[in-house]
């Protein structure tokens, strides 16, 4: 049984490799940014930023549990299925935090990209890391669409955070100066 998750070794080398890049590239991203006066706000971090580096950090770790040598299926699917338990609890906590917070008006994009797309990605993890013991072959593609989804996510949400810093918040400093020197 084992032997369906070293199938796919070469998928998770590329997809945990990636994730591991890209945390590293958004703490470069994020200091940048922490440089801008006008971008600092916890209560952003915490819904934006911070999630980004959740799910890098979980594919990862997905990355890294499914190429282990286990002995036994039934371990990696607990270990799984908690995984994708602690990412929904997660997702409906930044869902709550989104609608919470007041510094940024959210549009549907930001709905789609930080509160759905990531609680689908962890449910979808919880039930095929549930369903790994009775049907592998099935969950192991389970797993690794959730684990790309929260790549593509994460991909996605540095991007989004990249511009918006870079284009919103300096048009808004600049604003903000041309204010001051009236």
């Keep these: 049984m084992m032997n369906a998750f070293h199938e796919w070794e070469t998928f998770y080398v590329i997809v945990g490799s990636s994730a591991g ?70 997702a409906i906590v930044t869902a709550m935090r989104l609608r919470a917070q007041a510094e940024y008006k959210a549009v549907f994009e930001d709905w789609l990209f930080n509160a759905l797309l990531p609680l689908v990605a962890y449910v979808t993890l919880t039930v095929s890391a549930f369903a790994t013991v009775s049907h592998t072959h099935e969950a192991c593609f389970g797993i690794g669409a959730a684990a790309l989804l929260l790549l593509f996510i994460g991909i996605h949400n540095a991007w989004d955070a990249v511009v918006y810093h870079t284009f919103t918040n300096k048009s808004d400093e600049r604003h903000v100066t041309s204010k001051r020197s009236d």
């Design 21 to 90: 890049a890209l945390i590293g590239l958004q703490f470069v991203v994020l200091t940048l940014v922490a440089e801008n006066p006008l971008s600092r706000s916890p209560a952003l971090g915490k819904t934006f930023a911070t999630p980004t580096i959740i799910h890098f950090s979980a594919v990862l770790l997905l990355a890294a549990i499914v190429s282990a040598p286990w002995r036994s299926i039934g371990t990696v699917a607990v270990v799984l299925g908690l995984i994708g338990l602690s990412g929904t609890i997660y």
